[in-house]
């Protein structure tokens, strides 16, 4: 079946350093969104991606969409304690009216 | 901005029992997602609907059921809570093929 797989499942970086998190769909996706989950709350949808090779920014944080629009990554530069939290990457399924299936998430943690 | 609420964020139930798990989105979406996060195992679709009474299994339904008598209200329904059932609970809605927005959750615990 179709799977979307996340790597690492665990980051701790020392505030300042950059991180980054990578997502592998097994199948082709229409698009890709990113997800961010703070520690105690609930996932909130921070980007879409629809375009082979997209690259978009929001501040410090970098999001690609490769070419074969299979993999995607995010990429935090100089970490700060505000990017705790864990980090998810979901793809639509196939056939779908809007079910999406997540990957495991990376989970950040900071230190000051 | 979009709402969706979930109506309790802490339920401490016991085997045995019948619990409802409610939420409301105040957006007119079409699509809403029952979602449970355990440790480790990231998120998994229970149900999820498009349209008002319809319903549709996902990943892990063996022992929930959900009712969608409004556009806006999706309930998840445990017919019989067992321990393993002990888990965080997320409602989603969404227009179709759109991005979804999550309520805050439920944490229950069955006893």
């Known amino acids: 079946g179709q799977q979307v797989m996340q790597i690492p499942q665990y980051q701790h970086v020392q505030e300042g350093e950059d991180f980054t998190t990578y997502c592998n769909s097994s199948t082709t996706l229409s698009n890709i969104q990113w997800y961010k989950q703070r520690p105690g709350g609930h996932p909130v949808f921070l980007i879409q991606?629809?375009?082979?090779?997209e690259v978009k920014k929001q501040k410090r944080l970098t999001f690609q969409f490769g070419e074969a629009k299979k993999n995607s990554s995010l990429h935090i530069t100089a970490t700060q304690t505000t990017d705790v939290g864990t980090y998810f990457c979901?793809?639509?399924?196939?056939?779908?009216?809007?079910?999406?299936?997540f990957g495991k998430g990376t989970k950040l943690s900071v230190k000051p | 901005d979009v709402k969706v609420t979930q109506s309790s964020r802490y339920l401490v139930k016991r085997t045995g029992e019948k619990v409802f798990l409610e939420c409301v989105q105040d957006m007119d979406h079409e699509n809403m997602f029952w979602y449970r996060q355990d440790p480790g195992l990231g998120l998994r679709l229970i149900y999820f609907?498009?349209?008002?009474?319809?319903?549709e299994k996902g990943d892990i339904p063996e022992g929930y059921s959900v009712s969608r008598e409004k556009k806006e209200r999706f309930s998840l329904i445990l017919e019989s809570a067992s321990t393993n059932q002990t888990s965080m609970y997320l409602c989603?809605?969404?227009?179709?093929?759109?991005?979804?927005?999550f309520g805050d959750g439920t944490r229950l615990s069955i006893l």
């Open positions: 989603a809605s969404s227009l179709p093929n759109q991005p979804q927005h």
């Open positions: 609907s498009y349209d008002v009474k319809m319903k």
């Open positions: 991606l629809v375009k082979s090779g």
């Open positions: 979901a793809g639509p399924i196939r056939g779908s009216q809007g079910n999406l299936i």
